[in-house]
């Protein structure tokens, strides 16, 4: 029985023309999704990771990309850095400078990589002649072409939504819901006092900076701040709670009437 499940599992379709045909399809149906290298063959591991599948991350941190992580710090960091310096220069100068500045930076970057790769290849010889010896070689095969198919999709998506918000626009300036348009002009005075305090580079600028913090700091203190939220859960479910019960007291006493005096005989006499 050991050989034969050692067989199976280096070459199922040996055991598979054993089978009935539609047991067979369903069981090669089945081994399509075990077979992750797609060589049609079952190694060890990818059985056992068919029968204990991972986890799916849970939470909005398991929604965000792996990237925002820092599971790979060199690269979270030409990603996050260079975006972050782009937004603070656009806050200081003109988007013009920076843009040019921006593009001579690279231009610098690229031939220093160049100078770089050419003295350790061809004058000192400490590397081969390989276009891995390129600290950008990986920037070289990146494919900057954008497809129709892509484009078509997103213009679909991206006018769909424009009309959608347009509607609901509508729908909100011309009280057609009083309740939803009563609610829009609470949340725009709302806004008015955050335009106020800063402007929509700045709100950008700090949600790309705790878009990369958060994520590490909650898988480092997961614990801790769990614990945390769930006190703060309870104690917002306490107020609510007391918040309530006065609210029921007040609305459900009836107002005592007044005792009539009572008239006693010496009173009367």
Known sequence: LLQEFQIFLTNPQFIMSHFPEEVAEAINDM?????????????AKEAEMYMNPPKPKEGLVGLLPSITSW??????????????????????????SVISTSCLL???????????????????????????????HKLYALDLTVKAECV?????????????GFGQLRSLFLFDNLA?????????YCITYIGSLCNLLTIITFAWITLFTFPRLYTDNKEAIDSLVEKMFEQVEQVKSKTMSLVSRKGGAAPTPAKSAEKTPEKEE
């Open 152 to 164: 078509e999709n997103i213009i679909g998506i991206v006018v769909s939504n424009v009309n959608d």
């Open 180 to 188: 939803d348009s009563l609610k829009f002009g609470v949340a725009m």
């Open 71 to 96: 599971t790979s710090p060199l690269e979270t960091a030409t990603v996050f850095l260079p975006t972050l310096a782009v937004l603070v220069a656009i806050s200081c100068y003109s988007i013009i």
């Open 31 to 43: 081994l399509k999704n075990g077979d992750t290298d797609g060589d049609g063959k079952i190694s």
């Open 106 to 136: 690279m231009l610098l970057a690229v031939s220093l990589s160049k100078v770089y790769t050419h003295v350790m290849v061809n004058l000192l010889a400490k590397k081969p002649a390989e276009p891995s010896s390129d600290p950008l």
